[in-house]
């Protein structure tokens, strides 16, 4: 096992959720209201514009978190990944996000559909989208990528936890290949570079494939030509490749790697410097990840505390 462990699993959890709260602001912005807003770009948790994404303040993460949180917490109590007891957490947290309008962070419509059926008892195995491409699965996924050793493992539990709310093969393909590229990095010392290759051998849609083969080949080439190229919107068609590309265009710079995703616009910011934001935390560990971020970052005692119980947990029974 290697000794800085701890450090990476930290990084992984506090890299999302930096990532997603400061990708909230710039979510769906026109890129007329992006330069009215944000005339010199996004650089640290600000304030969203007048009336967008509800009441959520510089800082506060978004339901990207809520629900990777959840997943890291089912893995502690479950000793890995049950998808009945995750969905039954995932009903419960839809139920108090659909009860009180100011407890929604903005729960995408597959999740919200996914989860309501939860909540009515429909089985997890029935309950997911067989339609959908939205990146909901992903943008949870990397405390599978933690929890898991060998990477094969990992991506077929990532495939296993995407099924409650997202059942369409690319999505349980693009979740197993995040998940693959966390555990190569975190577990067996994989450079970003090695790590996204590799994991192209784990998934099992050529479509998809090949999108994040683009990701990899265009990784040194400008943004403004590759958020062109791969897109940068909500399907895991483009989201999900777009923040593998954010995560390879600087891979020795976290806050490079997210506030590029952060100031992609027009894109779903949020869950691309959520994945964007992981994946790098994985590579670089805590002494990539700017004491700044992590002091203004809601609920980091929390996550500090859930990433040492996952730790303690994947070494007792990750494999
Ligand atoms: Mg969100």
Known sequence: ????????????????????????????????????????????????????????????????????????????????L?????????ANWWRISAGVPSMNRGIGKTSWAGCRKLSLGVSPFESGS?????????????????????PRNSSSKARVSSIPTHDKRECKEAAAYIASMISFMVHLGKSPLQAAKASLDMIKDKRLENRFKKAIRYRKQKPEKVA???????????????????????????????????????????????????????????????????????????IRSLGNKLLSKAAQFGF
Do not use: W
């Open 1 to 80: 096992m290697r000794k800085d462990l701890k450090s990476h699993f930290l990084a992984t959890l506090y890299g999302a959720a930096i990532g997603d709260a400061l990708g909230v602001p710039s979510e769906g912005l026109t890129i007329t209201m992006y330069e009215k807003y944000f005339p010199n770009g996004i650089h640290d948790f600000v304030p969203s514009p007048p009336g967008l994404h509800g009441s959520l303040q510089p800082g506060q993460y978004s339901d990207d978190t809520e629900q990777l949180l959840i997943l890291a917490n089912s893995l502690v109590q479950d000793k890995g």
């Open 130 to 150: 067989q339609y959908s491409l939205s990146n909901g699965s992903v943008m949870r996924v990397a405390p599978i990528g933690l929890f898991y050793r060998n």
């Open 228 to 302: 062109k190229i791969l897109g940068t919107r909500q399907t895991v068609l483009q989201s999900v490749p777009y923040a593998v590309y954010c995560f390879l265009h600087n891979q020795t710079s976290y806050e490079k790697a997210v506030l590029l995703a952060v100031n992609s616009i027009p894109g779903d910011t949020d869950t691309i410097s959520c994945i964007t934001g992981a994946l790098s935390g994985a590579h670089l560990g805590m002494k990539g990840i700017p004491k700044k971020f992590i002091k203004n970052l809601e609920d980091q005692k929390r």
């Open 82 to 90: 049950d998808i009945h007891n995750f969905s039954k957490r995932l």
